[in-house]
């Protein structure tokens, strides 16, 4: 890593060096500014602060990891 993060297993290493480690966040919201590196903290970004939106929002995000 280009940084100082230690993890005990491997999945999040990898987690970290494919999304977060020296790069910009890549899952930008839909209806606001807001931008994170994990796609599961836009989910839980969109729950929280986009609730009228949710569902439709996770149906279109699990089509898109199934096509």
């Known amino acids: 890593p280009q940084c100082r993060k230690v993890y005990k297993h491997h ?21 606001c500014i807001y931008a994170c590196k994990q796609k599961y ?16 929002f996770v149906t279109y995000v699990y089509k898109e990891l199934t096509t």
């Open 41 to 56: 903290t836009l989910i839980g970004h969109v729950r929280i602060n986009h609730n009228p939106m949710y569902d439709q």
């Open 11 to 31: 999945t999040p290493l990898n987690r970290h060096l494919k999304y977060e480690c020296n790069k910009n966040p890549a899952f930008k919201c839909p209806y």
